[in-house]
Nanobody
């Protein structure tokens, strides 16, 4: 199983970015997917997760209303649309798949490599 994240970059506060994660080796059609992030000097934290049927999505309070998670079960991919970015959103963003998704608590089984998002003020 491979998860390949892309779409990070350097932006200014208020800008938008869309992260993508292409997945191969498994469909995860009946499993959750999500995104986490890790800022310099901090622990990795949950950002967003989405149910297999795309009906339910969950967000960290810090990104609620600004970020939107989506998935494509045909392409086997997960996306994170990030709007109104803030300097505190600066972090390496990691996509994740599989594992256990119980409401807003997500424990993934597979991780992608990070894609760096830097937001300048």
């Amino acid at each position: 199983v491979q998860l390949q994240a892309s779409g990070g970059g350097l932006v200014q506060a208020g800008d938008s970015l869309r992260l993508s994660c292409a997945i191969s080796g498994r469909t995860f059609a009946k499993e959750g997917m999500g995104w986490f992030r890790q800022a310099p000097g901090k622990e990795r934290e949950f950002v967003a997760a989405i149910s297999p049927d795309r009906v339910r999505s969950y967000y960290a309070d810090s990104v609620q209303g600004r970020f939107t998670i989506s998935r494509d079960n045909v392409k086997i991919a997960v996306y994170l649309q990030m709007n109104n970015l803030k300097p505190e959103d600066t972090a390496a963003y990691y996509c994740a798949a599989g594992g256990l998704l119980l409401g807003p608590t997500y424990t993934p089984a597979f991780w992608g490599q990070g894609t760096l998002v830097t937001v300048s003020s």
